[in-house]
């Protein structure tokens, strides 16, 4: 199979990271008999210092010509204080709302070689196994009106949560796909004791249950959830939110990996004529800038990214879990970051990218 992928290293450490993805990637191909057409582009803080737009528009371009994205990370401190519209994480968002990917996949699985790793206690996190997965391009973060407003003496900032039955029933759908294929359960996650937008949520999910019979369905409200995930996280088998309830209890879930550079993340939107999702592949951690360039990152997340890529942009189902089972291979062997080694004699970015290679043969 010939495909093409567009790469967006990003800032920090999403260069090292992306570079070790590829290597893997490149790897599969050559291995399986595949081809994989790789191109470079722009995104976020880089993208502003060389273009003075987070989103340039050739980067919108490639990405809407590529068969799948894969991005590294977007962030700088130096932009921290400037507004957000012209903040790296635009582009983010940006490219985002281009593609239409409207369901962020983001697996949390416990390995047993990363136990005493995570801060919970041992049984607690052994057999962890869910996808959370988040609507990504509705609600607070894209809603208007919104900005800073001079109000009196003062000011007043705006934000506005909306969301469209068919914003969340897209987004259901596909979390009971998955379910099905996995231990047919979906739990829904909202406020609907508060918020309006969650009270729309909860009756539109229920609507979609009954074209699932058979797969069981339970809600949450999101501050019993944040509290479940660390009390009992292996009730759960797929959880669907709201954007920004999403972008906070998915990062919950490092703890439960033993570290957030462990998660990868799949963004996906509609389907090609191929059959295959419309993707946006990306490690959950941020741009690290204070180990950028020290050959310190954790490359997992990334490498990771490039096997959901595979499954689901691609249909390899099998050269996918040929990147599970040997990063799984490698964690055994001890040869990891010092995030996940914080004792003895770490493995760099590189050697753990040599690693997974070795460990697929």
Not at 93 to 116: C, E, F, Q, W
Request: hydrophobic share 40%; aromatic share 6%; charged share 20%.
């Amino acid at each position: 199979m010939e495909f093409s992928v567009l790469t967006l290293p990003g800032d920090g450490i999403g260069i090292e990271v992306t570079r070790e993805a590829i290597r893997v990637l490149q790897h599969i191909c050559q291995k399986f008999g595949h081809k994989a057409n790789l191109s470079e582009a722009l995104l976020g803080g880089i993208a502003i210092h060389k273009t003075g737009s987070p989103f340039p528009a050739e980067t919108e371009a490639l990405c809407q010509q590529a068969d799948a994205t894969l991005m590294g990370a977007v962030g700088l401190p130096e932009f921290d204080n400037w507004p957000p519209e012209k903040r790296p994480e635009r582009g983010l968002l940006g490219i985002r709302k281009t593609l239409g990917v409207y369901a962020n996949l983001r697996p949390v699985r416990s390995y047993a070689s990363l136990l005493d790793s995570s801060p919970l206690k041992n049984h607690l996190v052994d057999g962890v196994d869910m996808i959370i997965v988040r609507e990504l391009t509705g609600g607070i973060y894209y809603g208007t009106p919104r900005g800073i407003t001079e109000e009196g003496s003062g000011h007043r900032g705006t934000n506005t949560m909306t969301y469209t039955t068919e914003e969340i029933a897209r987004v259901t759908r596909m979390s009971f796909e998955l379910a099905r294929n996995r231990r047919k359960k979906v739990t829904s996650v909202d406020k609907s004791n508060v918020l309006e937008t969650s009270q729309l949520w909860r009756r539109v999910v229920v609507e979609v249950a009954k074209e699932y019979p058979d797969v069981e369905l339970n809600h949450l409200l999101v501050d019993n959830c944040a509290m479940q995930l660390v009390l009992n996280p292996k009730q759960f088998d797929v959880v669907v939110m709201e954007n920004m309830f999403g972008d906070i209890l998915s990062d919950e879930g490092a703890v439960l990996a033993g570290s957030i550079g462990m998660l990868p993340s799949a963004s996906i939107g509609t389907r090609k004529p191929n059959g295959y999702w419309v993707g946006l592949y990306e490690p959950v951690h941020g741009s690290a800038p204070d180990i950028a360039g020290q050959n310190k990152a954790n490359p997992l997340g990334a490498i990771g990214s490039v096997a959901a890529m595979l499954e689901y942009s691609f249909g390899m189902k099998e050269e996918a879990a040929a990147v599970n089972k040997a990063m799984e291979a490698v964690l055994d062997s001890g040869r990891v970051t010092a995030d996940l080694r914080p004792k003895g004699q770490p493995a760099t970015t590189e050697q753990v990218g040599q690693a997974v290679c070795e460990a697929i043969g």
